[in-house]
């Protein structure tokens, strides 16, 4: 079974005959097998030639690249080896059509809301009182089908995230102040948390949509962008409250990781290395976890529920089977 490969150590990365080698500073290194590796996170400092690239591009390996402080900056996204161009087409179709676009815009909130009402519901039935913002995501909840341009959706949309984050201090067994998302910098602790976790939902996404014949860069939920693969943020949306979110209130109602585990920085907050390399132990362990998926009759990881996700939007598009967003049931 193929598996993600993460690196924190700085050196250089190589091919070495049918391996891709990382060479400490000091000469120590370490060989990395490509015939299970799904794709590799880079978070060191490390150098790497075309003849290296080459090597991933040829074998499918997408190359996701953070900073120092644990941000992620981009990803190399090795040419398309199964390209429709038929589904390319209608990609770009449900785009433009606005009544097509607000359809799968709408399945996909909707999919994202009801797996937050799900978390909602999992802390109040273990005693936290979040009866009145379960009403009220509810509520708001009613309103997605009935928009009919992409900003009213995308109102309501963040109406439901303020919403549910209002809840996060009663779900959380630590002393810590989150009033609001804010993103670019971090603030905070949690804040930190929910951009490195999402970015990891986000990259998991685009890798499993490289195997499929979708383009990553047509949308729809999310404007299509010059710079980014904005479909992974589309179906990154499904499993924010599944993984991400649900990482987070585990690691922190254990104490796993605290404000020890954080540095404060003239504009930010950001994560010791300690902090991020068990967030990626946990995320990796969960993408693992297999459930028993009703229409399949078998078990599937959270990771396949996501190539999953991609299939079932190439069936929506090509008019065999409309989309419904993943909706947990347990």
Not at 4 to 11: A, N
Not at 195 to 221: D, K, R
Request: charged share 30%; hydrophobic share 40%; glycine share 4%.
């Amino acid at each position: 079974m193929a598996e993600s490969y993460f690196i924190f150590s700085s050196g250089e990365l190589k091919r070495k005959d049918n391996v891709i080698r990382i060479t400490a500073p000091d000469g120590r290194f370490k060989d990395i097998k490509i015939e299970v590796t799904r794709d590799i996170y880079l978070f060191g400092e490390v150098s790497l030639n075309t003849k290296c690239l080459n090597y991933l591009a040829q074998n499918k390996i997408p190359v996701h690249i953070f900073n120092y402080y644990g941000f992620y900056t981009g990803t190399f996204y090795p040419k398309e080896s199964n390209v429709s161009g038929k589904l390319f087409v209608k990609q770009v179709e449900n785009y433009t059509d606005n009544a097509k676009r607000i359809e799968l815009a709408q399945l996909i909130i909707d999919a994202a809301s009801t797996n937050i009402l799900r978390n909602l519901r999992y802390y109040q039935e273990r005693g936290k009182d979040l009866e009145s913002i379960i009403t009220e995501i509810k509520a708001l909840k009613k309103g997605i089908f009935r928009t009919n341009e992409i900003n009213e959706l995308m109102g309501i949309e963040g109406s439901i995230r303020r919403t549910y984050y209002t809840a996060w201090n009663t779900i959380i067994n630590q002393e810590i102040d989150f009033e609001k998302r804010v993103k670019r910098p971090p603030d905070n602790m949690i804040n930190t948390m929910i951009s490195f976790l999402n970015t990891l939902v986000y990259t998991a996404c685009l890798s499993e949509i490289y195997v499929s014949q979708l383009n990553p860069t047509i949308s729809y939920l999310h404007s299509v962008g010059e710079r980014r693969f904005s479909l992974s943020l589309d179906i990154a949306e499904v499993f924010k409250p599944l993984l991400a979110d649900r990482i987070i209130f585990s690691l922190l109602n254990k104490k796993m990781i605290t404000e020890k585990d954080f540095v404060k920085d003239s504009n930010y907050f950001y994560m010791k290395e300690n902090a991020q390399k068990l967030i990626l132990k946990t995320f990796n362990e969960r993408l693992e976890i297999s459930i028993k998926h009703r229409d399949l009759n078998r078990k599937v990881s959270y990771r396949h529920l996501m190539r999953l996700e991609a299939y079932k939007l190439v069936k929506h598009l090509l008019e065999d089977k409309k989309y419904e967003g993943f909706k947990i049931w347990w």
